[in-house]
């Protein structure tokens, strides 16, 4: 967060707004399009990353595994349980229909099906707990637990961003209309590699600094070969 407020406090005061109406430069900073923090949803113990950090994966590969003895257990015991209510019930119901015990028995015999199935798919969700999968494509960026680290409900255990797109967020003047607007292409010159990356607006801020009389924008930009990093700045060309 500290990061972001300086980086934040670089992109307001770098708007060289000259009263004489002379040059203005505009620097800007290239964030991943989406970053989360993956955590634990349970007690457990973390047995490994399958992907390392920087190594590209895509939605739905598996992040992180966990240990799922307790909960594997658990689920077979339930599955267990399951079965016998489901043949507790069919039996009650074919006794009811002879006659042979009463409604209120064959009512007790589906409640207690009810609730077993309920905690059979608790437990399968919990089994599912275990595996982690990535919610969309990126890459890890910092890890915070590590293997065979014990976890509990919430934990941190990495961070991840998708920067096969890149924002480029940056101030620019209220009165220039074409920096203002959805979908302007735009170039920035970059500080690191000395290269030109090409994206379109894709974000304006809907309040501006009434300080600086500058608006927040940010540039989408195209990153899927991977030519860029999250972080890099650079100034936009006019």
């Known amino acids: 967060m500290r990061f972001l407020a300086v980086v934040m406090a670089l992109l307001t005061t770098s708007v060289l707004l000259a009263a004489d109406g002379g040059q203005q430069e505009i620097k800007t900073v290239l964030f991943p399009f989406r970053e989360t923090v993956v955590s634990a949803r349970l007690e457990s113990v ?20 966990l240990d799922d003895s307790r909960y594997a257990i658990e689920l077979a015991r339930t599955t ?7 043949s507790t019930y069919e039996d009650k ?7 042979f015990t009463s409604d209120a028995e064959l ?10 199935e309920i905690s059979c798919a608790e437990a399968k969700l ?4 275990c595996t982690i999968k990535a919610p969309f494509d990126g890459k890890i960026v910092e890890i915070m ?3 065979f680290e014990t976890t509990r409900s919430g934990q ?6 998708d920067d096969n797109q890149l924002l480029a967020v940056m101030n620019v003047p209220l009165t220039d209309r074409a920096l203002t607007t959805i979908g302007t292409t735009v170039k920035i010159r970059l500080d690191q590699k000395e290269a030109t990356a090409t994206g379109t607006i894709y974000e ?20 899927r070969q991977g030519l860029f990093f999250a972080g890099m700045t650079g100034t936009l060309q006019k």
């Open 145 to 147: 637990t590590h293997d």
């Open 204 to 223: 304006v801020s809907p309040q501006a600094d009434h300080r600086t009389g500058t608006v927040r924008i940010r540039v989408l930009i195209d990153n």
């Open 156 to 161: 941190t255990l990495c961070r991840i961003i």
């Open 80 to 86: 267990e349980q399951l079965r016998f209510a489901k």
């Open 126 to 129: 919990n089994v599912s707990f």
């Open 93 to 99: 119901k074919e006794l009811r229909e002879k006659k």
């Open 46 to 65: 973390l047995k490994n990353y399958k992907f390392l950090q920087g190594q590209p994966f895509k939605a739905g590969d598996t992040l992180v595994e």
């Open 107 to 116: 009512r007790k015999a589906e409640y207690d099906l009810h609730l077993t």
